[in-house]
């Protein structure tokens, strides 16, 4: 399976895309599923659900979590994740709790970087993201590369896309048939981070959201 685990949609308030356009590119780009991950935001759950069920297509129900030391993503969660700025502890216990997967996203890309010794916390990450497609700086993906080899961790790739063009630019890919066997796949640290990085252009998405250059559908 191709699955970029790393979407954010016009729930986001940094967000351009909506959920259809979002699929609509992805099954384009090859994915075989996609992870709604807005910004600390279950809000478009639902809609992700309909579509999924109405495009026949397969969307994980995820969130990019804000902690006290940096951005946490939870994938298979069932509820919203609640507090603002929670410790990152108690974040990646909550996501467990769930029954989640545990992923950090851009570990090492400057100000978004992880604001932590992230070895104080290999008892509850699932995985780390090796390759970013909006940040266009390959040195960071290396690192964290090179961190997930050391520690065993799951290998993930995502687009951190905020528009729906650069969607499936870069995924995470594993031997599986079903988000079931997608989900073990990274439990069992079986999976790769693959792709490209994106236009340079998409970096200016979350810019152009906020100022209500948004599409619904």
């Not at 507090?83 to 502890?89: D, T, V």
């Not at 390759?131 to 050391?150: H, M, Q, T, V, Y």
């Amino acid at each position: 399976m191709k699955v970029d685990i790393h979407i954010h949609t016009n729930y986001s308030k940094d967000g351009m895309s909506g959920i259809k356009d979002i699929v609509s590119v992805a099954k384009n780009k090859g994915m075989d599923a996609i992870a709604i991950t807005d910004h600390s935001s279950i809000e478009g759950w639902e809609e992700a659900k309909k579509v999924s069920q109405e495009l026949n297509f397969p969307i994980i129900l995820g969130d990019e979590i804000y902690s006290k030391q940096g951005d946490i993503i939870g994938l298979f969660l069932k509820e919203k994740i609640q507090g603002k700025k929670k410790e990152a502890r108690f974040v990646m216990e909550e996501i467990k709790k769930q029954g989640g997967v545990v992923i950090i996203p851009h570990a090492f890309h400057g100000q978004l970087s992880f604001k932590e010794d992230l070895t104080n916390y290999l008892d509850l990450i699932d995985g780390i993201e090796v390759i970013n497609g909006r940040r266009p700086s390959n040195g960071p993906d290396r690192k964290a590369l090179e961190f997930a080899k050391k520690h065993n961790l799951a290998m993930t790739g995502g687009t951190d896309a905020h528009c729906a063009q650069a969607v499936g630019d870069a995924y995470t890919q594993c031997e599986a048939n079903s988000l079931e066997e997608f989900k073990q796949a990274i439990l069992n640290k079986k999976t790769m981070g693959s792709g490209k990085k994106s236009n340079l252009i998409y970096i200016l998405a979350p810019t152009l959201a906020k100022l209500g250059l948004k599409k619904h559908n």
